[in-house]
């Protein structure tokens, strides 16, 4: 094996173990959260008020955690992963429902158009002031009467609180507003308010979930700071807890 063979080797084996890391803390949180119970009692709110229910389309479905259970209300399924594992592993988990590898901003999906397109947890990837054109390109794929579902952790709260002790969260929802009233009209927009609750018996597991919450394996080296703040602001008598403010916004195509 030469030089590079092992470099190549080892540069695997970190990104294998990183993604097992991420699966790991991401059924965690999953199993400590509220928030795909309630997540899905509001997307089902913006569900009921479709003209129709034929087509749905989920852009950043990950683990499928939200598109299995909506895409049971609709004929048809599509969804854009950029994550190749995810996608590979979703097609073979739901072999009937259409997958593009690719992000969102690339991806050609033709001419189709959607009665449904659920975005949920996925702005943050993209630069904000790309925020408005990806929403656009969504509204292009969306069928009259239907209506695209953006779900954001809200710039407010305790989760909040905690990003920006140790992190800037910087997310300008209202602007983002804004914006879609212009581009839309009033009434096309409308915003929906959600709490989530995180629950976790041990300090470890909820250090575990804080780190998911941050996103970047950097925030390890501040482990010590981070479980000191979960202690002093978040221990409950039976735990630790920490309430997560989302927010849910709809974009109708009237």
Known sequence: MTLDDDKLASGLSVEMEEEAEYKRQLGL???????KGIELLKIGEIIAGLKKREKFLDIGAGGGDLTIPISQSFKETAIVEPNEKQAVMFQKRRPGVKVYNDHWEKVDIGKQRFDFILCSHVLYYIKDDKWLSTIEKMHRHLEDGGAIAIVLQSPIGEVASFFNQFTRYDVNILELWQQLIQRYGEKAIEVRYFINEIWTENLEDMLDIALFLLLDSKFREKADAIKHYLETHHK???????????????????
């Not at 409950?236 to 009237?254: C, H, M, P, S, W």
Request: net charge neutral.
């Open 236 to 254: 409950v008598e039976n735990g630790y807890r920490i309430f997560q403010d989302e927010i849910l916004l709809a974009v109708r195509k009237t």
């Open 29 to 35: 949180f999953s199993r400590s959260s509220t928030e």
